[in-house]
């Protein structure tokens, strides 16, 4: 059957191994029967087969419901939507019509066995080429980890810190706004930004060969289905726990016991988990089996020295359970019934590679976006101070700054502003904001036309501290929210005196969290992987 021809700038969605059809935009036609797409919402980009391609809107209804759950998947869709409603379709309407076709043939050429990769990357602005993925191999990282995270605990830097004690603005009154320029901080975010990319861009993930077809109508509910049956095992995939995170576990634990006062008194922290966690193991016979994590759920500790203890028992049991499967000490019906067993997983050591690799990809996404989005923060502040100096004022580009901050809000969060307290001070000195109009020495109507815009500027100002303070949580006020955030923000550098400056912008967690240790430990393994 004769396959659609995309045009540069259609909405898609295009199939990638161990992903769900995700929407996608046509970049243009590589020959050879592919396309290069950028993926919505990932920002990556892939050379793909016409037949993993099918129209947003026609196949719309049978992935957006079923993949909403999936990290990344709503967000991706609200952008294809957006660039749809724009452009006024997917550009359906204008390709060639093959509808006339009355074969009814298999969307698929080739069964998912046989299913090949072609190759996807990391969107990066100066490197065209692409490098093999490295295989992370299943040698213990533990020591040198361990030995890496030690020399940060125990080697203080140049650091952020301050005294608690110490209630100075963050931006003196009588300091021109203009001059205290925020590019040189939204240049370093933009460097952590492009090593990550660097690193990011010498491994892919791979795409299955065998894909999607443009049928007719009648064959509509092929595509969805074919599309599908790679994903039929996603369950299993998104539940599965590593051989490298439950290391992590480990040291965690380790780490955790260093300050046994300090995290009795801290709450359970948030978790990626469920009562479904699965630990893959490759048994001698190459079949792969899964114990589950959790005999009991939901899990009851009421602080996070308890949890992190239970978690590192368990990720020690599980490890003991490995090493005799696999060198034949036991079989699977005499590992006791501490761990439910799952016979077989039905997937291959290759796939459950893939998923493990997959986290990792993940998992630097995760931090590259959030410092994305807070390097747009640190710029949204850089460009109001210069569109508002002492030497002239330029009122409607500052207004118009000041009603973006709708766009990037929902990213924004209290760290943000703990790494960045210079931007909250900008919001709250607007509140009160009247100009030079004296050394300008403006009067009449000129005055009054400032006056005016001064005011709308002041008013905005306003309304975005007040839902400012719903995003920073102070648990002790103090009489002004101010007052209040110079003292978290004097707690938090207190927690980061053992930070340089380079690793405090960096942080994508609060600095004693469980989630700010895994990350760190990522980056070690991103460093010894390269």
Same mark, same amino acid.
Request: proline share 3%; charged share 35%; hydrophobic share 30%.
């Given at each position: ?156 830097? @140049? ?14 009154? %009588?300091?021109?706004? @203009? ?31 065998? %894909? ?146 997959? #986290? ?25 101070? #210069?569109?508002? %100096? ?6 409607? $580009? ?11 809000? $929902? ?58 303070? =719903? ?29 340089? @400056? ?16 895994? @990350?760190?430990? =990522? ?5 010894? =992987?390269?």
């Amino acid at each position: 059957m004769p396959k659609v021809v995309y045009n540069i700038g259609d909405k898609v969605f295009a199939k990638v191994k161990g992903y769900p059809p995700w929407p996608a935009r046509i970049e243009s036609d590589t020959g050879k029967k592919k396309y290069s797409v950028i993926f919505y919402g990932t920002k990556e980009v892939g050379v793909i087969k016409v037949e993993d391609i099918c129209y947003y809107l026609k196949n719309k209804d049978s992935f957006v419901n079923k993949y909403s759950k999936r990290v990344g998947y709503n967000e991706a869709v609200k952008e294809i939507e957006a660039a749809i409603e724009k452009a006024g379709g997917d550009g359906n309407d204008y390709s060639n019509d093959y509808s006339n076709s009355n074969e009814s043939e298999s969307v698929l050429e080739t069964s998912v066995a046989e299913k090949k990769g072609v190759k996807r990357k990391t969107s990066t602005s100066n490197e065209d080429n692409e490098s093999p993925v490295k295989n992370r191999g299943p040698k213990s990282r533990r020591k040198s980890i361990a030995s890496d995270l030690k020399g940060i605990d125990e080697n203080p830097l @140049d650091m952020l810190a301050v005294k608690k004690s110490r209630r100075k603005s963050v931006i003196p009154e %009588g300091e021109n706004m @203009d001059t205290l320029d925020a590019s040189d901080i939204s240049d370093d975010l933009n460097k952590i930004k492009v090593q990550k990319n660097k690193r990011d861009s010498e491994s892919h993930t791979e795409i299955n060969d065998s %894909g999607i077809n443009e049928t007719t109508s009648e064959d509509k509910s092929k595509v969805s289905e074919e599309m599908e049956e790679d994903d039929d095992n996603s369950p299993v995939r998104e539940n599965i726990t590593t051989e490298q995170m439950l290391k992590n576990i480990i040291l965690y634990a380790e780490h955790v016991k260093k300050s046994p006062l300090m995290y009795k008194e801290k709450p359970v922290e948030d978790r990626d988990d469920s009562k479904d966690q699965i630990f893959a193991i490759k048994l001698p016979s190459g079949t792969v089996c899964g114990l589950k994590l959790y005999k009991d759920w939901p899990l009851k500790h009421t602080n996070e020295y308890d949890r992190a203890l239970f978690d590192e028992e368990m990720a020690k049991s599980l490890l003991a359970i490995k090493e005799s499967l696999t060198t034949g000490g036991k079989s699977l019906s005499e590992i006791g019934d501490s761990f439910e067993a799952i016979p077989n997983l039905n997937i291959t050591n290759d796939e459950l590679n893939e998923v493990s690799y997959t #986290m990792d990809i993940e998992s630097r996404k995760r931090r590259l976006e959030r410092l994305k989005r807070e390097s747009d923060l640190v710029r949204w502040d850089s460009k109001i101070k #210069m569109n508002l %100096g002492l030497e002239k004022a330029l009122l409607d $580009e500052a207004l118009k700054c000041l009603n973006e901050f709708s766009e990037i809000e $929902e990213h924004v969060d209290e760290l943000m502003f703990k790494k960045h307290p210079h931007v909250l001070d900008t919001i709250r000195r607007l509140r009160k904001y009247i100009g030079n109009t004296k050394e300008w020495k403006m009067d009449g109507d000129e005055l009054d036309f400032f006056s005016k815009k001064a005011e709308k500027i002041r008013n905005e100002a306003e309304r975005i501290y007040n839902r400012l303070k =719903d995003k920073i949580k102070i648990d002790d006020p103090k009489p002004t929210f101010w007052d209040a955030f110079l003292e978290v923000v004097a707690d938090f550098r207190a927690h980061c005196k053992n930070f340089t @400056d380079m690793q405090i912008l960096s942080l994508c967690a609060e600095p004693n969290s469980r989630q700010a240790f895994l @990350d760190k430990l =990522d980056e070690i393994t991103e460093l010894e =992987d390269n």
